[in-house]
């Protein structure tokens, strides 16, 4: 089996805040860090009442500052919402705290609607080629300094971040194979385009200083419980999430409910099958040969798993049942 990270969107469960909800995630990151997961990454969304993530940096050095060895990064900025410098000091500032096992995922969506976008930018003027040149030139704070350089990320210059490149489509992919970085894919809520945009990755892929191969990985939501019918019934929070979401009514996560796929009509089965076709939900054995199955069919090189539970304890269980599963598979 290929390597397993995990993507936290510190999601605020009916009946809490987000206080409790980066408490959560500090807790997961503990949990996941001590059973051999790669990385913990957190995702940046506003204007979201269920995610409790907007403020990623600050939200990462609060979950990193709770383990000793999992990397910790963002899946990810979105970078047209920030000045480059700004992330660059950011990101440069967990690196110095956390030598060698920070993460820098950068994505060109707002993460967020436009009343929210407006709020941050002030304007929605936008031109396609910004975004790459954004990243070139975020990349070039973290070199090390030249004598005279008149502009200088402090803390950022010199830190060791391995940026990634995001995205749904094949944009992402072309820019991250034309500057030879690793790509992330948002399966786990846009697969449509996953199978062309890591082939044009993949064929398109330029070596690098920072990477000589293509680094490919999916996302993918997995709820896994000791019985399948439990593991469904966990699903169903994310279910209601993005149908809520999808219909304008974006809220606190869900509690899980009985029967709900059978009481959903039409419109809303056909939200579901575009946006969560890449889930994994079942028993460990049904887990195992779930990811086993993605990963023939992808060939990706890790996968980066997200688990939306109501439940803290729910959540903490199923990614012990992951890695469980894993094992089985290297046994």
């Not at 990385?39 to 969304?45: I, S, T």
């Not at 979201?48 to 709770?66: C, E, K």
């Not at 489509?169 to 996953?194: E, I």
């Not at 419980?225 to 809220?251: I, M, Y």
Request: charged residues 20%; contains cysteine.
């Amino acid at each position: 089996m290929i390597p397993l990270s995990v993507l936290d969107l510190s999601p605020i469960p009916e009946g809490s805040d987000a206080g409790q909800a980066l408490r959560n995630s500090r807790d997961l990151a503990r949990h996941v860090d001590a059973l051999g997961f790669r990385r913990f990454w957190m995702a940046e969304h506003h204007n979201m009442p269920g995610i409790a993530s907007a403020a990623t940096a600050v939200a990462l050095a609060h979950v990193a500052d709770g383990t000793t060895r999992i990397r910790i990064g963002a899946g990810g900025i979105m970078l047209p919402n920030h000045a480059p410098i700004m992330v660059a000091e950011q990101f440069g500032t967990l690196a110095a705290l956390y030598p060698g096992r920070v993460d820098l995922g950068l994505g060109r969506a707002p993460g967020t609607d436009q009343v929210a976008a407006r709020a941050m930018r002030r304007n929605l003027a936008s031109d396609s080629d910004e975004f790459p040149r954004d990243v070139v030139e975020l990349m070039e704070y973290f070199r090390p300094a030249t004598e005279g350089q008149a502009l200088r990320a402090v803390p950022g210059e010199g830190q060791d971040v391995e940026v990634w490149i995001l995205g749904s489509s094949t944009f992402g992919a072309q820019l991250a194979a034309y500057l030879g970085l690793p790509y992330a894919f948002a399966s786990h809520f846009a697969p449509q385009q996953m199978m062309d945009a890591l082939r044009v990755y993949r064929d398109r892929f330029r070596p690098s200083e920072r990477l000589a191969a293509p680094r490919a990985m999916i996302g993918v939501n997995v709820f896994a419980a000791p019985t399948e019918e439990e593991a469904r019934f966990l699903f169903t929070s994310l279910q209601q999430a993005f149908v809520n979401l999808r219909r304008g009514r974006p809220g606190k996560l869900p509690a899980p409910v009985e029967g709900y796929e059978e009481r959903l009509d039409p419109q809303a089965r056909a939200i579901l099958a575009h946006s969560l076709s890449c889930a994994v939900v079942g028993t460990p054995a049904m887990v195992r040969q779930g990811l086993a199955d993605l990963a023939a069919t992808t060939g990706a090189d890790e996968m980066i798993i997200t688990a939306q539970i109501h439940d803290p304890a729910a959540r903490l269980r199923s990614f012990t049942l992951v890695a469980e599963a894993q094992a089985m598979a290297e046994a």
